[in-house]
Every structure is written in C-alpha cells, then in structure tokens.
C-alpha cells in the first residue's frame, strides 16, 4: 500500500522555522521525482519546491526561494522541507507528491497534508 505520511507542521510566528518530513512506503522512493506542494486557505495548489531522484537538483518557486530548502534521503525513504523565515502568506496545508514518468505512463502519489500556520 502506497504511503506518504506528512508530518512537522504547526503554528510558527513569523520569522521563525519549521521542518517538515514526508515518509514514503509502499513504492519505490528513489525512483520518483519529489515535490511539495501548499494551499492557502481559498486558494489553489501552488508547487513550492521539487527534487530529483537523487537530491542532486533541486527547484524553488520564487516565493520561498532563499527561504526553504529542500531534500531527500533515499536510505530512510523520506522528503524533508526545511523552511526559515517564515511569513503569513506561507500558511497553507502542505502536500508531499511523488511523481514519476515511464514509458508514457504516470504515477503519482499525494499526502495527506500538513498544516501550517504562520502567525503572531
């Protein structure tokens, strides 16, 4: 059974950091591209950030770049997204996705989210 389990979210006051973690099982981590994915309240999903299989790339969206950072580690099958500086337009439920493409055919994978919650 395939699962991406989120964790790390909270209430932060600006300024302040968290770190979020997204565990996977149940398919093979090390072969799909990760990504997280948030949305604000009344707001669609925004990608914030995206790492190759072997963590050797990684892609910001230009609101969080210089903020946060992302990373996997292969061995422990897990996402990680630390994030610094944080403002209110961060507070959103974050998403871990597992995306990856062969032969034409896609498979995809989403968390259940995590929230978090920027605010003094």
């Known amino acids: 059974q395939v699962q991406l389990v989120e964790s790390g979210g909270g209430l932060v006051q600006p300024g302040g950091s968290l770190r979020l973690s997204c565990a996977a099982s149940?398919?093979?981590?090390?072969?799909?591209?990760m990504y997280w994915v948030r949305q604000a309240p009344g707001k669609g999903l925004e990608w914030v950030s995206y790492?190759?299989?072997?963590?050797?790339?990684?892609y910001y969206a230009d609101s969080v770049k210089g903020r946060f950072t992302i990373s996997r580690d292969n061995a422990k099958n897990t996402l990680y997204l630390r994030m610094n500086s944080l403002k209110s337009e961060d507070t959103a439920v974050y998403y871990c996705?597992?995306?990856?493409?062969?032969?034409?055919?896609?498979?995809?994978?989403w968390g259940q989210g995590t929230q978090v919650t920027v605010s003094s």
């Open positions: 996705k597992g995306r990856m493409k062969v032969w034409g055919a896609l498979y995809e994978y």
């Open positions: 149940g398919f093979s981590f090390s072969s799909y591209w």
């Open positions: 790492i190759n299989t072997g963590g050797g790339s990684a």
